[in-house]
C-alpha cells in the first residue's frame, strides 16, 4: 500500500492518493491548524541533544533502561546516527531503517519510501526486549528480542556521527519510553 498527497503539517485541504497492485483512489482531507502552545511532551524527560551536524561526537551517552531516540533531518540517503549501539540510516531506496548494532539482522524498515527533499522524523523507542520504531509520528515497525534494549553506554566505545548525509539533524535523548499519543505530539510540534 503506497499512500501520497498527504502532510500532517500542511493545513488546509489534501488530496489524498491510496495504492494498492495497480489500483489507486483519492479523496480529500483536511488538515487543522496547529493548535498554539503545542510542544514536546517529553521536553522534561530530555538529558542530551545534539544539532552538531556531520560532525563526529565522542562524548559518552549513557542511556537509562527505558528510553527515546528522536532524530529529525531530511529524507536524503545516509546515516542520521552512526556508529552507536542504536543506528538510523535513510538507505539509497529512500527506506528508513533502524537496529540495534548486535541485532542488525532484525533491523527494523519503513515500508514507505521518501525522498531526499522530504523533511523526516524518526523516533526509536526501547522498553522491556522492544524497540519500536516510529516515521513522521506513525508506528512503522517493532522488535522483540532479548537483549534487544541494552541500558548503559550509548556510543558503545566508537565515535559517534550525527547526520552524516546532512547537515541538518538534530539528535535528542529522552530518559523515558514515549507512548503513541507522545511520539504523534513530538512530530506535530516541530
Known amino acids: 500500500i503506497e499512500v501520497s498527497g498527504y502532510n500532517p503539517k500542511a493545513p488546509g485541504n489534501q488530496i489524498l492518493t491510496v495504492s494498492y497492485e495497480g489500483y489507486s483512489t483519492g479523496f480529500t482531507v483536511n488538515v487543522a491548524e496547529k493548535p498554539e502552545g503545542l510542544v514536546n511532551p ?25 528510553f527515546t531516540i528522536e532524530a529529525k533531518g531530511s529524507a536524503k540517503p545516509g546515516y542520521l546516527i552512526w556508529a552507536a549501539r542504536y543506528q538510523i540510516e535513510i538507505d539509497n531506496n529512500g527506506t528508513v531503517v533502524g537496529w540495534e548494532w548486535n541485532h542488525s539482522s532484525i533491523a527494523m524498515r519503513s515500508p514507505q519510501k521518501y525522498s531526499a527533499s522530504d523533511d523526516i522524523h524518526v523516533v526509536l523507542v526501547g522498553e522491556g526486549n522492544t524497540l519500536s520504531m516510529y516515521v513522521n509520528g506513525e508506528l512503522t515497525n517493532t522488535s522483540e528480542a532479548e537483549g534487544l534494549i541494552v541500558p548503559g553506554e550509548f556510543n558503545f566505545g566508537y565515535t559517534v556521527m550525527f547526520g552524516a548525509q546532512s547537515d541538518n539533524v538534530e539528535v535528542n535523548f529522552y530518559n523515558q519510553a514515549a507512548t503513541a499519543a507522545d511520539v504523534a505530539a513530538m512530530y506535530l510540534a516541530d
Open 42 to 66: 517529553l521536553e522534561d524527560a530530555k538529558f542530551y541533544s545534539s544539532t552538531a551536524c556531520n560532525t563526529k561526537i565522542s562524548e559518552s551517552i549513557t542511556l537509562p533502561e527505558c
